[in-house]
């Protein structure tokens, strides 16, 4: 394995703590500033909505700077702005912390993924971004329980020195790991926004935001569905959570390997249809616990694959603007994460149990399969014309 793609990998463990870790110690930070856990939940939403805002802003302020550089730099704000939390004195500053955090999320996946696909030995390219997102489920599978354990048992704020600390491990590997890169693509950034008036473009990004809206349908209540419908104690969930963080290894070496093998469209679609199954087992057997947890870690495996061929599909698609159009599948997954998470909810206002968001989800990764078909279709009559016009 590459030392430069292992210096992106621990990028993406910093990032996977950063995001994840606030579920597991929302009520300590709640119980500590005083708020109600709603309250510092809108810590969450501060993060995603920095995902959604720096995703596309960082790299276009960057366009002219090369690669390696500009992951310094978002290396260092990564570090910096999750090390404010260390010592925010309330909420408020709390917030704006989380808020910054999130703002070089975006950037770092985009930019990291193309850097990873140009680095990558030919025909690897899907399985060299899967490296790079090995960080963030190893984040799911060590660093969230460990960062949620020292969060309970000794200070919240410790966990966000231990962020800090990898982050600056980030900075120091890509540092002395990653190689020089020069910028591809001489457009201006007006020419490289032009991709996004093409069809394709938000193909992609439906397909991203709808169809991994499976994912956060289950992840999201997947808690009271392991306590109330599955019988287990609420004290094994998170050892149960390390599962679906195996699953999620999993699925996303499965889904680089996929990705190279065939082609991304195609390993989508057959993703999305495994997922849809998948949620629709979990509706109908996770009353079963033997069952529920062997659908656990087929979640979090079939759901996380998806992560690469997304990637490597928008990377094929916006050439001359890879960069740009890569960070804004980050912002399309949090999009999504905020769609499974409230359109997963309805089921359970209206008075459905807590396995029933799941069928949302399988609905989600349906359409996503849908738009998937539409944009092979337009990519086939496309290369008709092309063949027509030589």
């Known amino acids: ?24 110690i929302l009520p300590d930070i709640a119980n500590n500033l005083n708020v109600s856990i709603p309250v510092a ?12 805002i720096g995703a596309p802003l960082l790299v276009i302020f960057t366009r002219n700077t090369p690669p390696k550089r500009t992951l310094l730099i978002l290396a260092a704000l990564l570090t910096l702005f999750n090390s404010l939390a260390i010592i925010a004195p309330n909420y408020n500053l709390l917030f704006l912390s989380r808020f910054l955090s999130g703002l070089p999320h975006g950037a770092f996946f985009g930019i990291g993924a193309v850097v990873a696909s ?5 025909g690897k390219e899907a399985q ?12 799911n599978v060590v660093g969230v329980p460990i960062g949620t354990y020292i969060g309970h048992h000794f200070s919240w704020r410790y966990t966000f020195i231990i962020i800090g600390i990898i982050g600056s491990i980030t900075f120091t590997a890509i540092h002395f790991w990653m190689p020089e890169i020069q910028n591809k693509s001489e457009e201006t950034i007006g020419k490289q926004l032009q991709f996004f008036k093409k069809p394709e473009a938000w193909l992609v990004i439906l397909i991203t935001a709808i169809g991994s809206g499976g994912l956060f349908c289950w992840i999201s209540y997947i808690a009271p569905l392991l306590t109330e419908i599955s019988g ?16 999620m290894v999993t699925g996303n070496i499965l889904g ?7 082609s991304a469209e195609k390993t989508i679609i057959c993703l999305l249809l495994t997922i849809a199954l998948d949620l629709i ?51 399309a997954f949090n999009i999504g994460n905020a769609l ?51």
Do not use: H, W
């Open 340 to 390: 499974g998470a409230f359109l997963g909810g309805l089921p359970l206002v209206v008075g459905f149990n807590y396995a029933s968001p799941n069928l949302v989800g399988a609905i989600m990764s349906i359409f996503g399969v849908l738009f998937t078909i539409v944009f092979l279709q337009r990519k086939q009559r496309e290369l008709k014309l092309e063949t027509l016009k030589t």
């Open 256 to 262: 680089g390997k996929l990705a190279d093998k065939f």
């Open 232 to 247: 287990f104690e609420a004290a094994n969930v998170p050892y149960i959570l390390i599962l679906a963080g195996l699953g």
């Open 128 to 139: 060299a971004i899967s490296i790079m997102f090995l960080g963030l489920t190893i984040a």
């Open 118 to 122: 140009r680095l990558a030995d030919k």
């Open 281 to 331: 087992l979990v509706f109908f057997f996770s009353s079963n616990p033997y069952i529920s947890l062997f659908l656990v870690f087929t979640s979090g495996c079939f759901s996380f694959a998806l992560a690469a061929p997304v990637q490597m599909l928008m990377i094929k698609t916006a050439v001359g603007a890879e960069m740009i159009a890569s960070a804004s599948i980050q912002a």
């Open 1 to 24: 394995m590459k030392k430069s793609l292992i210096s992106l990998s621990f990028g993406g463990l910093t990032i996977g703590i950063t995001e994840f870790v606030m579920m597991g």
């Open 41 to 52: 939940g809108y810590l969450i939403s501060a993060y995603a909505l920095g995902v959604v």
